[in-house]
């Protein structure tokens, strides 16, 4: 049995002129059906003023959820439509609804009523309110207008009366596609994710940006994040993922380059590669996650000389936002647990990174580098068209194992310190950029399992490990599995387990 939904829009499209307002509510009624038929939901749509009516065939209660995922959208309610020429019959339908679920509960009445030239309408909302509570009242416990614990919600509309008693909140905003388009500097992590979602709320359409320096796992991960945002937050559009491999950059960085400078020069040409996809695909923008003074890379003078690498805009959504308020926002839009798990991994981190670097040097750094270093990387790129890919396809499962075998060399690649608090029984330690440099002379006819943290540098060093022709492999899930394995296999007794380790952060 289907079900008929009120959308209402977001204030700001009711404040734009006649012209763009109707554009903009095109715009919401395509990103609508993309939605619904995305979801595989048949439907009616019905496109008035100031709401957006469907009607759903079939079992579908799926729909106010995936309607509330719809950028413009301020809220939706499941109605009940009955007949509302007069105000008699508004309070017979209205009683005849909502008695039971008043009965012995205090509830309020809020009513709506909209005049139509086409419809003469001969009360109003204050009538709906006072005529309908009184016919309620005798069924319920009392009246609070307070704090009721059931409102009863009537909208009167040509001649029809809506009924209803919930409002699901969707993410208001633009609808998706009205500002035009940018690119999406990304990472995987909790900022590049929220930085990309706010713009999407402001109506802009993204195309995503991935400069990869952590390998064909890290891909995965960043590809099954980006599948978040496009399959719940895009509807309307068809992002692509365009994957530069940024490994020949680092090594020409690293060999060429001082290291203070390494953070800068990096966001600078990741920032070029950005804006020349953008300029490709006629973009008018490049968004970054960055917020002010989180990182050495991300003070003022940092990011003016970042800045100044290119000339189109740059868009800095959370510029002001604290990194609780980030995770925070992760939260609510569902790429909270996969952001967790990549790391903000960089292969670039020197131990006294500049903070206020100078324009004049880091252009004098840059004259060092290689000039068609950029034009190779992006010759390389991959385009994933992030609607019809399946990131579980591209991962690469000969890397990832869950198990350690008999008589492999276990390296632990965290920090001397985390290492010296606890490792996998007989793990040696290796700090993991003395690994990059040395993983070409290991023996082999040895099989190596390698894990750090959150599994993300040490499946990079696992590839690079396998196509120099040696068995490593990475423990996949990192740390966190990696002593759940250990408790099952009786190498670690309970008491040293930290339980964030066994039963997640937030327990």
């Not at 007949?83 to 009445?109: I, N, W």
């Not at 500097?185 to 900022?191: Q, R, Y």
């Not at 696992?462 to 423990?475: H, I, P, Q, V, W």
Request: proline share 5%.
């Amino acid at each position: 049995m289907g079900m008929r939904l009120m959308v209402r829009f977001s204030g700001e499209i009711g404040t734009k002129a006649r012209g763009t307002r109707m554009r903009f509510l095109r715009q919401l009624a395509r990103n609508v059906e993309d939605a619904l038929r995305s979801a595989g939901i048949e439907y009616e749509l019905h496109r008035e003023w100031s709401r957006l009516f469907v009607e759903t065939r079939g079992e579908s209660p799926q729909a106010p959820e995936v309607l509330a995922r719809v950028f413009g959208v301020q809220s939706l309610s499941v109605v009940e439509a009955r007949p509302g020429e007069t105000l008699e019959r508004v309070v017979q339908e209205g009683e005849t609804l909502f008695r039971e679920r008043v009965r012995g509960k205090s509830f309020a009445v809020r009513a709506r009523v909209r005049r139509d030239h086409a419809v003469k309408i001969p009360f109003g909302a204050t009538a709906v309110e006072r005529e309908l509570g009184a016919a309620l009242l005798p069924h319920a416990r009392k009246v609070d207008l307070t704090r009721p614990e059931v409102t009863v919600y009537v909208e009167v509309r040509d001649g029809t009366a809506y009924f209803f008693t919930e409002q699901l909140l969707g993410p208001g905003g633009l609808p998706l596609g009205v500002e035009g388009r940018a690119v999406s500097l990304v990472s995987g992590g909790f900022d590049s994710a929220v930085a990309s979602w706010r713009m999407l709320r402001r109506g802009v359409s993204l195309e995503y940006v991935f400069c990869n320096l952590g390998g064909e796992v890290h891909r995965r991960d960043v590809l099954r994040v980006l599948k978040i945002l496009s399959d719940q937050w895009s509807y309307g559009t068809r992002p692509k993922l365009h994957a530069v491999d940024f490994s020949e950059v680092v090594k020409e960085l690293q060999a060429k380059t001082e290291a203070r400078y390494w953070q800068v020069l990096l966001k600078r040409l990741m920032l070029r590669v950005g804006e020349r996809i953008a300029r490709e695909i006629r973009a008018q923008g490049i968004v970054t996650g960055e917020s002010v003074g989180q990182v050495s890379s991300q003070t003022m003078q940092n990011l003016y000389v970042i800045s100044e690498a290119v000339s189109l805009p740059i868009f800095r959504p959370l510029a002001g936002f604290t990194k609780e308020e980030i995770v925070a926002e992760a939260r609510r839009i569902g790429t909270y647990d996969l952001s967790a798990s990549v790391a903000e991994y960089c292969a670039l981190v020197p131990r006294r990174p500049a903070t206020k670097a100078s324009l004049r040097v880091v252009q004098e750094e840059e004259t060092k580098l290689d000039p068609s270093l950029l034009d190779r990387a992006l010759e390389g790129r991959e385009v994933f068209d992030l609607r019809a890919v399946d990131p579980a396809s591209l991962s690469a499962p000969e890397v990832e194992i869950e198990e350690i075998p008999e008589g492999a060399v276990v390296i632990d690649l965290r920090s001397p310190g985390a290492y010296r608090a606890w490792h996998y029984p007989g793990a040696v330690h290796l700090d993991f950029f003395q690994a990059l440099e040395e993983y070409k002379r290991f023996p082999k006819d040895k099989t190596y399992v390698l894990y750090c943290e959150l599994g993300l540098k040490s499946a990079h060093l696992a590839e690079l490990m396998r196509k120099a022709g040696l068995r490593a492999y990475n423990f996949r899930g990192g740390l966190k599995k990696l002593m759940e394995y250990a408790l099952e296999h009786e190498a670690l007794p309970p008491e040293l387990v930290p339980p964030e380790y066994l039963f997640g952060k937030d327990s």
